[in-house]
């Protein structure tokens, strides 16, 4: 794309990326580390079923201190515990906003939804939540695939899991001039995966036999008014850029983001999901609302394919 250049997550140096992960549970956290001086955080949440955790610190009407953290994380609302003990490192490392009497770290988190893949019973928990952030903190391990919280990811689901694929946890970063963003995401839909780039479906359901794609649209449209539609999904994400913008200005970057999860899932946003997507600011750099918005979209959609390959 012309002017855009791909670049490493690494180079983004305002955020480091720590993951940590029970492979034989299939669940785990991935811990987006804004270490320097915190960043200013809107989220878009369209999904009917999120799992969060202080999501009012995203509000524009709210007050404007630094987010320290941003936890993604399997686990249903369980995983919310992993938020402990990314709260508990980083206050040993002496990170958080001061109130005179002690440093709070502010730290936000979504989860997704993968106690029906794994073991149910085992969850992100407060110890995972701390190695996770002990990654970001001694600079990071950021990976895709079947990994931190995209460990348990499927997609296709809306038969059942028997039908579904594995997805995983997605990154992609690019430079525009002094711009940069980045995104980071956990793919786990009730939908099928697209890649806008060719149109083609790369992931989702399965037929019966197991030979080729189902269309999860069609089968939604077959089963009418359902009331046990299969609620085991949720796509989350962060887009992360070093411009320079306000709280309310990063609730419309979340927002234009979301274009990325229509161009790639579908169906998508429904009562069965809780896709939720962040948005932060952790630099200086003058930039342009709209250019930034549609470029976070960018970056977002190629996560989402990076999450699948």
């Known amino acids: ?38 960043a200013t955080v809107g989220v878009d949440i369209s999904g009917g079923g999120p799992a969060s955790r202080e999501t009012p610190l995203t509000s524009p009407v709210t007050a404007d201190n630094p987010i320290n953290a941003i936890v993604l994380s399997g686990g249903s609302a369980y995983g919310l515990a992993a938020a402990d003990g990314v709260m508990r490192c980083l206050e040993d490392h002496g990170i958080g906003f001061d109130t005179g009497y ?14 029906g893949y794994g073991s149910a019973t085992i969850r992100p928990d407060s110890v995972m939540g701390y190695a996770a952030c002990e990654r970001a903190l001694s600079g990071g391990n950021p990976s895709c695939g079947s990994v931190g919280a995209g460990t348990g990811a499927t997609v296709g689901k809306i038969c059942g899991m028997e039908r579904a694929m594995n997805a995983g946890l997605g990154m992609y970063a690019v430079q525009l001039g002094e711009l940069r963003m980045a995104a980071v995401v956990a793919v786990n839909a009730l939908g099928d995966i697209f890649d806008p780039s060719n149109g083609k479906k790369i992931a989702g359901l399965r037929t019966a036999d197991g030979t080729a794609f189902g269309d999860s649209c069609e089968e939604l449209w077959k089963m009418g008014q359902r009331d046990n539609l299969f609620t085991g999904n949720t796509t989350i ?28 899932i579908r169906p998508v946003g429904t009562m069965a999901d809780g896709d939720s997507i962040y948005a932060a600011s952790a630099g200086n750099v003058e930039a342009d609302l709209n250019v930034a918005g549609t470029l976070a979209a960018y970056v977002m959609e190629r996560a989402i394919v990076a999450a699948i390959r």
């Open 102 to 115: 002690a440093k709070v770290p502010l730290v936000c988190q979504s989860c997704i939804y993968d106690l």
């Open 1 to 38: 794309m012309n002017g855009i250049q791909e670049i490493a997550i690494t180079d983004m140096i305002e955020v480091s990326v720590g993951n940590v992960q029970n492979e034989e549970a299939k669940t785990g956290v991935t811990v987006l580390l804004f270490e320097r001086k915190g």
């Open 237 to 264: 994400g962060a887009v992360i850029t070093n411009g320079k913008f306000t709280k309310s200005q990063m609730n419309k970057i979340a927002s234009m983001t979301r274009n990325a999860y229509a161009r790639c």
